[in-house]
């Protein structure tokens, strides 16, 4: 079984940039496509972007397309999502997701585990 721990988020004026981190322990040794979602109060939880682990493909919604980037660190079992440019809108409980077998990438349905999530507002 893997576990995962989101850490990173935070308190950020919009424009401005924030560095999500996602650890990953138990299972490790397996190859996980790794990926990101996110939730605002009231909202269903949205596709954020993902990561395959063959050739590093990735994989964006449209809203953060040019200002997220996704990346993961297999030697140290880390994902990470690099948010810039950030706007109120992004506000949101950030989730880390993990799967080893291949799926949508954008669907919820897709992923085995999650961690607990971080928080991540934006302030206009």
């Known amino acids: 079984q893997v576990q995962l721990v989101e850490s990173g988020g935070g308190l950020v004026q919009a424009g401005g940039s924030l560095r999500l981190s996602c650890a990953a322990s138990?299972?490790?040794?397996?190859?996980?496509?790794m990926a990101w979602f996110r939730q605002a109060p009231g909202k269903e939880r949205e596709f954020v972007a993902a990561?395959?682990?063959?050739?590093?493909?990735?994989y964006y919604a449209d809203s953060v397309k040019g200002r997220f980037t996704i990346s993961r660190d297999n030697a140290e079992n880390t994902v990470y999502l690099q948010m810039n440019s950030l706007k109120p809108e992004d506000t949101a409980v950030y989730y880390c997701?993990?799967?080893?077998?291949?799926?949508?990438?954008?669907?919820?349905?897709?992923?085995?585990?999650w961690g607990q999530g971080t928080q991540v507002t934006v302030s206009s």
């Open positions: 138990g299972r490790t040794g397996r190859m996980y496509h």
């Open positions: 990561i395959r682990w063959s050739e590093s493909s990735t």
């Open positions: 997701a993990a799967t080893t077998f291949t799926a949508v990438p954008s669907r919820t349905g897709s992923y085995d585990y």
